[in-house]
């Protein structure tokens, strides 16, 4: 069983930065892939980024690429999303995911195991 605490949201101006954290349970953090998500209110939940935790290889939406970076410390069992150039439109509830490392479509969430409760991201124009 592993338990995703999100932290990080907050209020924000168009062009600025915020950097969300997932602090995860469990000892095994390493042998889980890593992603987060959003929802937009009216909107279904997307794909953002996706870490392994073997290799550190990273995966992102078409939409955050050169703007938001995904990383994790093994160590203190925790992933981050390193949000820069923020714009209006990625106003969401952003949920932090973890996943076994099965070679499944990273993208999908139902191909995530754990959940974390989400935290809100408000991007103010």
């Known amino acids: 069983q592993v338990q995703l605490v999100e932290s990080g949201g907050g209020l924000v101006q168009a062009g600025g930065s915020l950097r969300l954290s997932c602090a995860a349970s469990?000892?095994?953090?390493?042998?889980?892939?890593m992603g987060w998500f959003r929802q937009a209110p009216g909107k279904e939940r997307e794909f953002v980024a996706s870490i392994r935790g073997d290799s550190g290889t990273t995966y992102y939406a078409d939409s955050v690429k050169g703007r938001f970076t995904i990383s994790r410390d093994n160590a203190k069992n925790t992933v981050y999303l390193q949000m820069n150039s923020l714009k209006p439109e990625n106003t969401a509830v952003y949920y932090c995911?973890?996943?076994?490392?099965?070679?499944?479509?990273?993208?999908?969430?139902?191909?995530?195991?754990?959940w974390g409760q989400g935290t809100q991201v408000t991007v103010s124009s």
């Open positions: 995911a973890a996943g076994q490392l099965l070679p499944v479509d990273v993208t999908v969430g139902r191909n995530y195991d754990y």
């Open positions: 469990g000892r095994t953090f390493s042998s889980y892939r």
